[in-house]
């Protein structure tokens, strides 16, 4: 493994289930996560994309293989482990914002921090803030935000303590074209002006057209990547896969 690799897994297999009705959601995954990237996971429905991404957060045990997050064998720890890591070395965004609906935007920035009781690098927390265009919405409450502007508030509450990868599983399902297009660009600046690593899970070819590169899943396999991907070679490839894409005229 060199420097530029911040994650990675090695033959790794997840099996959901056992015996006849067993299913094989990872099936010898080898992959490599480049430090100071934007890496999306694309594939059909069921391919392998949440399960692949939640073993290599620590959120999944893997039956077998290996994953490695900034040197840390994270396939191997114990629970305790893996519950200080999810808090110090890796940040998440959900579909759902998943914001504390009585605290500040401000305040849901820095709640993973102040659950850990570390503390805030107020000009880092400022870096990240403005970063997200959300400088004017600190003492905003969730129901007083637009959905893009709450998902940039989680956005903000994953990069600000500078995890080693943040991983997003469909960060923009819930929103408009508009907003999906200010989160996405946020993340890409988040890793170019912040050299954040970020993993994010897409089913959108528009979205996944933000990224460094494209990993491609089918069957529980990585099939094929694309680096400075366009919407248009990722529709290719994509149908490719999985036969002539829908709606992508
Ligand atoms: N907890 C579980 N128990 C049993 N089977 C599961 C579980 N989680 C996922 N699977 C199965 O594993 C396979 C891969 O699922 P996964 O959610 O990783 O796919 P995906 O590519 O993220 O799909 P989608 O795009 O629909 O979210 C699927 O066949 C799914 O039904």
């Known amino acids: 493994m060199t420097s530029s690799v911040i994650a990675y897994a090695r033959s790794l297999v997840k099996v959901y289930g ?4 067993a299913v094989r959601a990872l099936d010898g995954v080898d992959v490599d996560l480049v430090r100071g990237e934007l890496t999306a996971i694309m594939g059909a429905s ?3 994309k949440s399960t692949l991404m939640h073993c290599l957060a620590g959120l999944d ?15 191997e720890m114990s629970e305790r482990r893996l519950t200080k890591l999810r808090r110090t070395r890796v940040g ?5 914002y998943n914001l504390v609906p009585t605290l500040t935007a401000l305040e849901n920035i820095t709640l993973p921090l102040d659950i850990a009781r570390r503390p805030v690098d107020a000009d880092h927390l400022d870096l990240v803030v403005r970063t997200l265009g959300l400088t004017d919405r600190l003492g905003h409450r969730p129901t007083e935000l637009s959905g893009g502007q709450q998902q940039r508030v989680a956005c903000a509450r994953a990069l600000v303590a500078r995890p080693a ?3 997003a599983d469909e960060p923009t399902g819930n929103l408009d074209s508009t907003s999906a297009a200010e989160v996405l660009g946020f993340l890409r600046r988040s890793v170019d002006e912040l050299g954040q690593s970020v993993v994010m899970v897409t089913h959108d070819a528009t979205s996944a057209g933000y990224a460094h590169r494209v990993l491609f899943l089918a069957d529980g396999r990585v099939v ?7 919407r248009a070679a990722v529709l290719e490839t994509l149908g490719a896969l999985t036969g ?4 992508s005229a």
Do not use: C, I, N, W
Not at 18 to 21: A, F, I, M, V
Not at 244 to 247: A, D, E, L, T, Y
């Open 224 to 230: 094929d990547e694309l680096r400075e991907p366009t």
């Open 244 to 247: 002539p894409p829908r709606g």
């Open 165 to 167: 990868v943040v991983f």
């Open 46 to 48: 069921g391919s392998g």
């Open 18 to 21: 056992e015996g006849p009705t």
């Open 61 to 75: 045990k893997p039956t077998s293989g290996s994953v490695v997050v900034d040197g840390e064998p994270v396939s």
């Open 92 to 96: 998440f965004v959900f579909q759902a």
